[in-house]
Nanobody
């Protein structure tokens, strides 16, 4: 089993920045891909970004150029740096992990990001 704990969600103004963190523990040797998804009220959960153990990244088009996913392998932690935040970025952000990026085997509890003036 893998445990994921997110942190960093907050209320931020449009145009502002925020950094989310996700710390992994447990049987992490089986994990090659971690990422972030989000779910806004009344909408389906959508993939935001993924990163592999060797640093390959992928982003949904709506966040390209604004969000950056990174990882610290020594700390078993991934980050999501979010810049130029927009109202439509408001959502619960979930960290996930799996052996492959097309899977979502483990989920964190979620952290709320609210973009509002």
């Amino acid at each position: 089993q893998v445990q994921l704990v997110e942190s960093g969600g907050a209320l931020v103004q449009p145009g502002g920045s925020l950094r989310l963190s996700c710390a992994a523990s447990g049987s992490i040797s089986s994990i090659n891909c971690m990422g972030w998804s989000r779910q806004a009220p009344g909408k389906q959960r959508e993939l935001v970004a993924t990163i592999t153990s060797d640093g390959n990244t992928n982003y949904v088009d709506s966040v390209k150029g604004r969000f950056t996913i990174s990882r610290d392998n020594a700390k078993n932690t991934i980050y999501l740096q979010m810049n130029s935040l927009k109202y439509e970025d408001t959502a619960v952000y979930y960290c996930h992990a799996a052996r492959y990026c097309y899977r979502r085997d483990y989920w964190g509890q979620g952290t709320q990001v609210t973009v509002s003036s």
